[in-house]
């Protein structure tokens, strides 16, 4: 029988008991209705994970009683960063979901030109949160011990200055000569950059190649910039990752 897994903020003992809250705390309880004596994996987020056993029910809490560490790794060998053009709604919440569940190491949110949302340093703050809570969920469904690094919102410009320049770097464009199969073996770390909606523009693709990356096409069709991503991932992850 497949474990319940709960992401609990770490670290994690052996032969300690540990209190589950929050949201977590309420899906053991009225979600799933799980009962004294029922077993779950716990991870922190950091690597492994552990069993453990419900012991009792307080109001908002679970109390649990922790097991040993099982050292189970299910992380790509391909350090992978995807830098996605926020774009609205359920469509940028899918993106995590999806990304996660394809074993990206670091997502960037990049605000561009064409970015129809637009964010105050608050309204950041409240997407960044509720993006890292999509892929702590995507963690636990997937069977990942780690989260991935999902940072706040960046500008495109401030998002190349800080780029790895000894990192494989990726974009996505309909004006690129090169397919995925065509890139050379990365050193196991592989940026891809993909535009909003609207897509980037001519000059914002400019400053990418400027900044190193390869443009690369996905083929004849234009593909919304979710399917993008997730095409993108996929075919990264199967060259070079462990698809």
């Known amino acids: 029988m497949r474990l319940t897994r709960v992401y609990v903020p770490g670290p994690l003992t052996a032969g300690a008991r540990h209190a589950i809250e929050g949201d977590a705390a309420n899906h053991i309880a009225r979600v799933l209705r799980l009962r004294p004596g029922d077993p779950l994996a716990l991870f922190d987020g950091q690597g492994g994970e552990h069993t453990a056993r419900i012991e009792e029910f307080r109001k908002t809490t679970v109390i649990v009683a922790v097991g040993e560490r099982e050292p189970a790794d299910r992380e790509s060998p391909l350090s992978l960063t995807l830098a996605q053009g926020v774009s609205r709604g359920e469509r940028m919440d899918w993106v995590v979901q999806k990304a996660t569940e394809l074993g990206v190491t670091r997502i960037v949110p990049v605000l561009t030109e064409r ?36 940072v706040a919102p960046l500008g495109l410009h401030d998002f190349l200055r800080e780029v790895d320049v000894t990192t494989t770097r990726v974009l996505l464009s309909p004006a690129g000569t090169q397919r995925i199969n065509d890139l050379k073996a990365p050193a196991r770390k592989i940026i891809v950059l993909i535009g909003p909606e609207g897509g980037l523009t001519d000059t914002e693709q400019h400053s990418a190649v400027g900044a190193g990356f390869i443009a690369v096409r996905m083929g004849p069709r234009v593909l919304r910039t979710e399917t993008a991503a997730i095409a993108a991932l996929t075919l990264l992850q199967h060259h070079f990752g462990d698809l």
Do not use: F
């Open 115 to 150: 970015t129809v949302v637009r964010l105050d340093s608050k309204q950041s703050a409240r997407k960044l949160q509720h993006w890292q809570g999509i892929a702590v969920a995507s963690c636990e469904q997937s069977g990942r011990n780690k989260l991935p690094h999902v």
